[in-house]
């Protein structure tokens, strides 16, 4: 991030903090990240003390013993060495990692100490090293006392200024967040993040978009929120979200032959392009709810009149001459006819 880190994430969300005094666990032959200031031991003692400055602790760890943070936005199966390989040189180049990760102790895992809060890419490119001919690469965190609304916040700020880091990967993020740590109130949320509504608002929008929808792309990556917003907005229909649904399924069958094939992937515009042109069906191309039923004498006996979201009209003529069984296959007939047409009660 730019800035330093951004003044290490806005000097850890802290609205009057004062510069970082680092209080070292460090392990020796270890440079001191980049930025960090150096005080004299007197100086820095007394200013800790003080309240002036707050001591935060900066570790070399082992990151078999750190686990990620459910509530950051990044989704850590998706990182590879093909997205880190500029990280990773970078980290060889400079002899280890030079900007540290955020993360929290935690108690009752037997299997970790620390999970991470800032620092996704940092934690899975220093495994990578360990297990690729650096097995003493250490991962360089500094520890934070946060609750879970401050820790995704701190995440946020991070991933704001990371364009790996794709629109749907943070909307889903906002959405759990939205009801975790903000009671469902979007505008408190907007304030605490110091987000735009209006904007908020479409990334939880977006965020609603079916995995099935989602696999017609390449990559969760392609789903960008601009796009997205007017994809989410088509399946707010159900019969354009029937139709979407179809095509996004065809779209993902034919993504995974050119995968095979050795073809490159249909790009996103292209995918987007077919799955709101599945939107497009004229009223009289749309099949009719409109159903009857004839008895065997030639008169009718049932007769679906109408059908829409608050449910279906159904009449049973008089003097039709069908008998109860005869009515009971008929209406089985007609709701079958109503599911094909998208007007299934069951919606």
Known sequence: MARKQTDYLTSLLAEDAEPIAVG????????????????GRETALARVVSGE????TQLFLDPAKVRIWPGNARTYEFLSEENCRELIDSIIAEGGQ???????RIDGDPGFDFEVIAGTRRHWSISWLRSHSYPDMQF????????DEAAFRLADLENRARKDVSDLERARNYAIALTEHYGNHLTRMAERLKLSKGWLSKM???????????AAFASPADVQLKPAYALAQALDDRSSAKA??????????????????????????????????????????APSPNFVYTAPGGRPALTVQSANRQGATIRLHAGSGATSDQLTDALRQALTHLDECGHGLRR
Do not use: N
């Not at 360089?140 to 609750?147: K, P």
């Not at 790009?267 to 709101?276: E, F, G, I, N």
């Open 204 to 214: 939880i929008k977006v965020a609603g978009l079916p995995d099935q929808v989602v």
């Open 24 to 39: 070292g666990e460090q392990s020796p032959g270890h440079d001191r990240p980049r930025g960090t200031p150096l005080l």
């Open 98 to 104: 030079k900007v540290p990760a955020v993360v929290r």
């Open 140 to 147: 360089v965190a500094q520890v934070a006392q946060l609750d």
């Open 53 to 56: 400055v707050r001591q935060v």
């Open 244 to 285: 979407v649904t179809a095509a996004a399924r065809a779209m993902a069958r034919e993504q995974e032959d050119r995968k095979a094939a050795g073809f490159a992937p249909y790009p996103a515009a292209d995918v987007l392009r077919r799955l709101l042109d599945a939107t497009a069906v004229t009223p009289a191309a």
